[in-house]
């Protein structure tokens, strides 16, 4: 081998090994989509956080993130500091399941208590996801909860897990224990979030109602056990999942306005979804 | 004859259990909420459930291990728990222990009497040939060693031990002896913080150790008497 041989020959060899590196390297990051979220076309888009930011945020002290995934789903992978809630950690429970009433928001003394425990201040961002397309979207049901009590921090992590694993983040196996913290301050529930009972039957016929559950239970299937099958009298079915993408994103606004609008729902209108 | 009226009682009653099941509403309704609540996985939710029947609530415990023991999937951990923080860690535990036992009864003369065919659909076949090997391996230790491990499904255990040539009381008493470790850590930890998980964390941990501990023994005996090994007791198993 002459000695211009190699140098060639070892040139070559570094630019191979240089471009192995760049080639792991880049591999570590994100390997599919890199291009930033846009959320402007939402209205209220500051109920999600774009998976960019919170992995941004990873590790700082002024953000808590919360697992709204089955328990049992938890320790196969959560997003790295992610408390584990299932979906009944700020409801009532107590009595027996099927009661009325069971499963409702915690009244706003013991709410308190319950979310100091995990750590939630007036002063932190606090996250909810879960694996948005496999339902039933418990981290939503968080996030309208903590929000109903003027925490607007709250918010809701945009393509949830799906979308953060597409994004080439890690996820951990081990749990998390919740750091408890004091000092919170809630306001009394801001009852536009809600419609009651009462409120549905006597607005029967006026207000439009939807039924957001698979179209099986629109049409009477009870197989978690409700005393009675079947829906609202004229409830409008549009299944949750009709408003999402097939990488667990929403649909942009456009979009859910034009589907929203087949069924009969403009913007302005007040309606009821259950 | 004889045989013709055993598969008549066999089929009579599986025909009863799933009449009352498909035509009694309760029934059905009660059934299917009870597996939503396990589902949950939570303590608390537990607890109130058994809480809301009021005198009665020891007796709803009971019968709730015996439906999960028969109902394989279903966490048992949940009652344990729950019984310890409703009627403190002692009590909690002799109740656990107990219906915990009438459960795992039940599930062996349910897989002794029906059979494998049964047995595989409540668990799975999967899970079923998993405690197979299991017992071929450890022969009449076997079920005490599964007891005293938290990681081997005790509802599994059960059934397979139905299929196999283990006599009642045998089997009766290794479940008694291995349960009562578990029974009565899980009460403990129960009793002293409800829904904590660092806590049970722990719980698990000592189980674990004490159950590898045991396994060493076990197996260091198992290498002593080599030449009267359980090899043999291998072929003998699948029943039915």
Known sequence: ?274 | MKIKNGLFVKIGIILVIAGLYIFIEPVQITVKRLVFMFSMVDVPTMKNYILSFGIWAPVVSFFLMVFQSVAAPLPAFLITFANAALFGWVKGAILSWTSAMAGAALCYWIARFYGRSLAERLVSRFALDEVDIFFQKHGKYAIFIARLLPFVSFDVVSYGAGLTSIGFWEFFLATGLGQLPATLIYSYVGDMLVGSVKTLVSGLLIIFALSALLFAVKKSMREKNRLPGPQQAGGENSAN
């Open chain 1, 1 to 274: 081998m002459g000695s211009y041989q190699k140098a060639i020959f070892i040139a070559v060899t570094f630019l191979i090994v240089a471009a192995a590196i760049a080639g792991c390297a880049k591999n570590d990051k994100i390997p599919v989509v890199e291009k930033e979220i846009d959320l402007s076309g939402y209205k209220n888009a500051d109920i999600f956080i774009t998976p960019q930011e919170l992995h941004d945020r990873l590790g700082q002290e002024d953000i808590l993130i919360f697992d709204a995934n089955k328990p049992t789903d938890y320790p196969k992978g959560h997003i790295p500091g992610a408390v584990s809630l299932g979906w009944q950690s700020f409801c009532d429970t107590s009595g027996k399941i099927g009661d009325a009433n069971w499963g409702v928001t915690l009244p706003k003394e013991e709410l308190k208590e319950v979310l100091e425990s995990y750590g939630i201040d007036n002063n932190q961002t606090i996250v909810f996801y879960s694996d948005v397309l496999n339902g039933p979207g418990a981290d939503g049901r968080y996030v309208w909860q903590l929000r109903k009590a003027d925490l607007d921090n709250a918010k809701l992590l945009y393509g949830g897990l799906e979308l953060w694993k597409a994004l080439g983040y890690d996820t951990d196996t081990e749990p998390v224990q919740p750091v408890p913290a004091t000092g919170l301050v809630l306001k009394d529930y801001d009852e536009g979030y809600n419609a009651t009972k009462d409120y549905v039957a006597q607005n029967l016929g006026q207000t439009k109602i939807i039924d957001a559950r698979t179209l099986k239970e629109y049409e009477g299937d009870t197989s978690r056990g409700e005393a009675r099958g079947g829906h609202i009298p004229d409830a409008i079915h549009l299944e949750w999942k009709e408003l999402l993408n097939k990488d667990a994103t929403p649909k942009t606004a456009e979009e859910i306005i034009a589907i929203m609008k087949d069924k009969g729902i403009t913007p302005e209108d007040d309606f009821v979804l259950y």
